[in-house]
């Protein structure tokens, strides 16, 4: 083999030249070789089992795999970092415990149908979900979604200046994928929207909406009546377990105030019944004083008003607010 293939090769010819003595040099760098434990190519061993990251569990299909790494974790479920091994590309693992809806089977059955038909689901500012399945000696629910860097939540707290026309890019976004979700056939209900479920590309801007392991579908009446999601973003018909699609535009004024604020709605208060009571009676959350832009307030208050007063996405899409002072491409990117 010639002595340019292997790091190091013109060393002996440099030292011969300096020194006047190639069978010297050649010493000197048979030396220096054996100093580093240098091996050629051809001679480095394949990692052991042992030096390779293991899977903690992997799906029936054996597609994913599943790593110890915790990404992220809500009332309900869990998400952890996985890959799939199929393309080759990070994906998210998503296991919601069932022992919560274990007196009631026909919950589970309903559950896993639904989050079915959300792997039909294509658009631009949804999450992808690839698959699904229950097992049953775990007893868990077991999703694999597309991988995303950072929520909304955390990429807002890394960034903590942003304009208003940074905002309104953002919600332009999530109003496009709930419109989409709103006026599939069936109508989807996300039920759970909040800044950590809303994902975030920032080298383009892109925003998707994840976390649809809670979605429910709903039919003609578009009426539901299961109480689930995050409190401070609960609409108070959700409380009430009768409730539409419109539940979702008040969980969506609640993730502009954070935008906009930084702050949880309802952090003032530090127990779920106090939640609930502000909640129920109407009582707006202390960080509507932190809204300094008035059109941002006055949008935000048309997300959380009464339910029969309550725009649909695709209203919020022809507000002034959203569209004005904006560039907009295609993908409003």
Same mark, same amino acid.
């Given at each position: ?55 903690? *569990?992997?799906?029936?299909?054996? #597609?994913?795999?599943?790593? +110890?790494?915790?990404?992220?974790? /809500?009332? @309900?479920? %869990? !998400? ?104 599939? *056939?069936?109508?989807?209900?996300? #039920?759970?929207?909040?800044? +950590?479920?809303?994902?975030?590309? /920032?080298? @383009?801007? %892109? !925003? ?126």
């Amino acid at each position: 083999m010639p002595a340019a293939a292997y790091s190091g090769a013109g060393d002996a010819d440099t030292l011969a030249k300096a020194g006047g003595d190639k069978h010297m040099a050649s010493s000197h760098l048979a030396q220096r070789n054996q100093n580093h434990s240098y091996r050629m190519p051809s001679e480095i061993p394949d990692p052991s089992e042992d030096d390779k990251e293991p899977f903690v *569990e992997v799906d029936p299909l054996g #597609r994913f795999g599943r790593y +110890s790494d915790l990404l992220g974790s /809500g009332a @309900v479920k %869990k !998400v952890y970092r996985a890959f799939d091994q199929r393309e080759g590309i990070d994906v998210a693992w998503n296991q919601v415990r069932l022992r919560n809806f274990s007196s009631d089977p026909s919950v589970i059955i309903r559950l896993h149908s639904e989050i079915e038909l959300l792997k039909t689901l294509k658009h631009d500012n949804i999450i992808v979900l690839y698959h699904v399945w229950k097992d049953a000696d775990k007893n868990t629910l077991n999703f694999i979604t597309e991988a995303c860097a950072s929520n909304l939540r955390e990429y807002r707290k890394k960034h903590r200046h942003v304009s208003i026309k940074a905002i309104k890019k953002w919600s332009r976004q999530i109003l496009k994928g709930l419109d989409y979700l709103h006026t599939h *056939e069936p109508c989807i209900i996300h #039920r759970d929207l909040n800044c +950590s479920n809303i994902f975030i590309n /920032g080298n @383009v801007g %892109k !925003v998707k909406i994840g976390d649809l392991g809670l979605a429910t579908i709903v039919g003609k009446s578009h009426a539901a009546h299961s109480l689930l999601g995050t409190p401070e973003y609960m609409a108070p018909e959700l409380y009430e377990e009768n409730y539409t699609e419109l539940v979702d535009i008040y969980s969506f004024g609640m993730c502009l105030l954070e935008m906009d604020t930084l702050e949880i709605p309802y952090s003032e208060c530090d127990n779920l019944v106090k939640i609930y009571k502000k909640v129920t009676s109407g009582v707006m959350p202390q960080a509507m004083k932190k809204v300094s832009d008035p059109e941002l307030k006055v949008f935000i208050e048309r997300c959380i008003g009464q339910p029969r007063m309550r725009p649909s996405a695709a209203q919020l899409l022809q507000d002034s607010f959203i569209s004005d002072g904006i560039d907009l491409d295609e993908n409003d990117l």
